[in-house]
């Protein structure tokens, strides 16, 4: 079985406001599966919909080919850190994993040195959390989620406020888990460097609709490219732009000057489009992309500064 999670159709509203249009959202066994989208995109809904936390509107969800109704056995296969764990200020990280192990009763004491030994706090002995770094205290998060030898395991921002020593810790850690010990995860952040560090998978959701979802590869490929250009009159041709691809993506930058991320192989048609509707192009080329424009490109769509 390679898909681990499959949703079908999933939504969710909150009242009127439906954050998670349906949705069909996979994951396949070995990925590191990066989930990319702004603010209130419906990240943090979809993994508490998947952690069971939420119940979708409509839709279903199979957890390692299993629907959710007969999944019980596959939900302890998966590790879930939506938020950070309410770990006890004054206990030791052995305290603290004792606590949960024992309140879910599932595996030998013998494994709470097991996850702190492969989180790197198994030399913290006697430091208490409330002592612990921002970077520590993410890592036994983590150690938490490893308790029940998970096969996946589904992090939300588990970077957000760490320092770069932090995120390089997490980052390492990361990929030890899925190289070394198969397993597969699932990240959201809105840090993209990071990101394209760790993940050789990247879905883009935007407004709880997915946008895109490539490979490290075809991203790579499909960001390496942009067109940019100085015009006389920016907010016409964004006009002209959008009316012509109704999927472009550009921005309009100082200076009148636009960036298209797309339709890249249509630069030719693009330029005579310009002039022949009484642009004036004053400089046209393509240049390289970084991929964070790329992704600001998808996630923001096209940006009028
Ligand atoms: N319990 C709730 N009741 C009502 N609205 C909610 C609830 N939980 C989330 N929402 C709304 O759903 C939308 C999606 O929120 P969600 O937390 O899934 O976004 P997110 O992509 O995780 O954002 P962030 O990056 O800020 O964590 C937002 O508009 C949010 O206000």
Same mark, same amino acid.
Request: hydrophobic share 40%.
């Given at each position: 079985?390679?898909?681990?999670?499959?949703?079908?159709?999933?939504?969710?509203?909150?009242?009127?406001?439906?954050?998670?249009?349906?949705?069909?959202?996979?994951?396949?066994?070995?990925?590191?599966?990066?989930?990319?989208?702004?603010?209130?995109?419906?990240?943090?809904?979809?993994?508490?919909?998947?952690?069971?936390?939420? +119940?979708?509107?409509?839709?279903?969800?199979?957890?390692?080919?299993?629907? &959710? $109704? @007969?999944?019980?056995? %596959? =939900?302890? !296969?998966?590790?879930?850190?939506?938020?950070?764990?309410?770990?006890?200020?004054?206990?030791?990280?052995?305290?603290?994993?004792?606590?949960?192990?024992?309140?879910?009763?599932?595996?030998?004491?013998?494994?709470?040195?097991?996850?702190?030994?492969?989180?790197?706090?198994?030399?913290?002995?006697?430091?208490?959390?409330?002592?612990?770094?921002?970077?520590?205290?993410?890592?036994?998060?983590?150690?938490?989620?490893?308790?029940?030898?998970?096969?996946?395991?589904?992090?939300?921002?588990?970077?957000?406020?760490?320092?770069?020593?932090?995120?390089?810790?997490?980052?390492?850690?990361?990929?030890?888990?899925?190289?070394?010990?198969?397993?597969?995860?699932?990240?959201?952040?809105?840090?993209?460097?990071?990101?394209?560090?760790?993940?050789?998978? +990247?879905?883009?959701?935007?407004?709880?609709?997915?946008?895109?979802?490539? &490979? $490290? @590869?075809?991203?790579? %490929? =499909?960001? !390496?490219?942009?067109?940019?250009?100085?015009?006389?009159?920016?907010?016409?041709?964004?006009?002209?732009?959008?009316?012509?691809?109704?999927?472009?993506?550009?921005?309009?930058?100082?200076?009148?000057?636009?960036?298209?991320?797309?339709?890249?192989?249509?630069?030719?048609?693009?330029?005579?489009?310009?002039?022949?509707?009484?642009?004036?192009?004053?400089?046209?080329?393509?240049?390289?992309?970084?991929?964070?424009?790329?992704?600001?490109?998808?996630?923001?769509?096209?940006?009028?500064?």
């Amino acid at each position: 079985m390679n898909t681990i999670i499959q949703t079908y159709q999933l939504t969710k509203k909150f009242k009127e406001d439906e954050v998670l249009k349906p949705l069909d959202f996979s994951v396949k066994k070995g990925e590191i599966c990066a989930l990319i989208g702004k603010n209130g995109a419906g990240k943090s809904t979809l993994f508490k919909i998947l952690a069971g936390q939420l +119940f979708p509107t409509t839709g279903e969800i199979q957890l390692f080919g299993k629907s &959710s $109704k @007969e999944s019980e056995n %596959e =939900k302890k !296969r998966m590790g879930f850190m939506i938020e950070t764990p309410a770990f006890f200020p004054d206990f030791t990280a052995v305290q603290n994993l004792e606590y949960f192990r024992i309140q879910r009763g599932v595996v030998e004491k013998k494994r709470i040195y097991e996850v702190l030994e492969i989180v790197g706090l198994a030399n913290e002995k006697k430091k208490q959390f409330k002592d612990y770094s921002m970077g520590m205290k993410q890592r036994l998060g983590i150690a938490l989620c490893l308790l029940s030898n998970p096969d996946c395991l589904v992090l939300d921002e588990p970077i957000n406020g760490l320092d770069v020593e932090g995120i390089m810790e997490i980052r390492r850690l990361l990929l030890k888990l899925n190289q070394e010990k198969n397993i597969t995860i699932v990240i959201s952040s809105h840090i993209l460097t990071e990101l394209k560090l760790l993940a050789t998978r +990247f879905v883009f959701i935007k407004d709880g609709v997915i946008v895109d979802d490539l &490979s $490290k @590869e075809a991203l790579e %490929e =499909k960001s !390496r490219k942009q067109i940019l250009l100085t015009v006389d009159d920016s907010v016409k041709a964004a006009q002209l732009l959008e009316r012509a691809y109704a999927d472009i993506q550009f921005k309009v930058l100082p200076n009148q000057a636009i960036t298209i991320q797309n339709h890249v192989e249509s630069s030719g048609k693009i330029n005579r489009l310009l002039v022949d509707n009484g642009v004036m192009v004053k400089e046209f080329r393509i240049e390289a992309l970084n991929l964070e424009e790329y992704f600001l490109g998808l996630v923001e769509g096209n940006k009028h500064d």
